[in-house]
């Protein structure tokens, strides 16, 4: 009996822990999704607006993540499934931008760019390091921990991205960027839902 009552407790620690962990990256996420966006309409830069479109659907993720850190190993998968379906929208929604800018050509902002990718950077540095302890604790923490990876990857694109644009004075190397992006969040979302498909399949 004590044996249970002490692994009841150590579970509702975990849990504990990963729902303040959860709400903090939450926070950080949101408030970076509204600020990246305004940026990114004002420096129209195509790969910046994808930046913000991830700190957007990892805000929804974070979210999910929360509800399903006390369910069951059945609802953490299907949860991850949602997410990883959250991260395909994204990708569709930067290829969307991606055939605007193509049939309206303008030249980002490289200066707008390179500042709030490295804002960016910095609150995703944050998010990753709180994740970190979190990875390998089940399927649902791993894909949150996953998104949170994906956005370091997408922040340093889009520094280089602004360097390029300065540079070569064209707005080409933001779309080539914001195209990487969409492969790079595609390559997420396929894995996501495959680890959450074969975890389903465990439990039935």
């Known amino acids: 009996m004590a044996s249970c009552c002490e692994n009841n407790c150590t579970i509702e620690k975990l849990r504990g ?6 709400k903090a990256v939450l926070v950080v996420n949101t408030v970076m999704f509204v600020i990246i966006a305004g940026a990114a309409f004002y420096g129209k830069s195509t790969a910046l ?5 991830d700190n957007l ?10 509800y399903a850190v006390s369910q069951g ?5 299907g949860v991850a499934l949602l997410k990883g379906g959250l991260i395909f929208i994204g990708a569709c929604g930067v290829l969307a931008q991606i055939i605007l800018r193509l049939s309206v050509p303008e030249l980002p902002s490289y200066e707008v760019m390179g500042i709030f990718s490295l804002v960016g950077l910095a609150a995703n540095s944050l998010c990753l390091f709180l994740l970190w302890k979190h990875r390998n604790e ?10 949170s990876r994906n956005d370091i990857a997408s922040n ?13 004075e064209s707005g080409w190397p933001d779309i080539l960027v914001a195209a990487c992006l969409v492969i790079l969040l595609l390559n997420s ?3 996501v839902m495959g680890s959450a498909l074969k975890e389903w ?3 039935l």
């Open 138 to 147: 089940d399927i649902n923490m791993s894909s949150v921990w996953e998104c």
């Open 49 to 53: 607006l994808s930046d913000s479109l």
């Open 17 to 22: 822990r990963q729902r303040g962990t959860l």
């Open 201 to 203: 399949r465990g439990q």
């Open 156 to 168: 340093l694109s889009v520094f280089i991205a602004a360097v390029a644009v300065g540079f070569f």
């Open 73 to 77: 190993a059945t609802a953490k998968a």
């Open 57 to 66: 659907g990892d805000a929804l993720t974070y979210g999910l993540s929360l």
């Open 189 to 191: 979302s396929f894995r």
